[in-house]
């Protein structure tokens, strides 16, 4: 059974930083793209941040220039490390991993941008 657990979510200020992480189970871990996906009150959820099986990256440009997606193979877990926060990335963040011909989804860790 394949399971997503995130941490790391938050209040913080503008400017401010936070790492998330996501521990995966029930996969080959190290062969696997990973996501991080967010969703704001009343707006569609979106992806964030990938990380191929090979350590490429994909960002969306919203995040590019402040977000850091990376995995560690050994400990099953990928991570998000976030700087220079806006109030615009206040959001319930989202582990998302496709395998075995399903999606699946972490519970979700809220991100709270404010001053």
């Known amino acids: 059974q394949v399971q997503l657990v995130e941490s790391g979510g938050g209040s913080v200020q503008p400017g401010g930083s936070l790492r998330l992480s996501c521990a995966a189970s029930?996969?080959?871990?190290?062969?696997?793209?990973l996501d991080w996906y967010r969703q704001a009150p009343g707006k569609q959820r979106e992806l964030v941040a990938s990380?191929?099986?090979?350590?490429?990256?994909n960002y969306a440009d919203s995040t590019k220039d402040r977000f850091t997606i990376s995995r560690d193979n050994a400990k099953n877990t990928v991570y998000l490390q976030m700087n220079s926060l806006k109030r615009e990335d206040t959001a319930l963040y989202y582990c998302?991993?496709?395998?075995?011909?399903?999606?699946?989804w972490g519970q979700g860790t809220q991100v709270t941008v404010s001053s």
């Open positions: 029930g996969i080959i871990f190290r062969t696997k793209t």
């Open positions: 998302h991993i496709f395998a075995m011909f399903n999606h699946y």
């Open positions: 990380i191929s099986s090979g350590g490429s990256t």
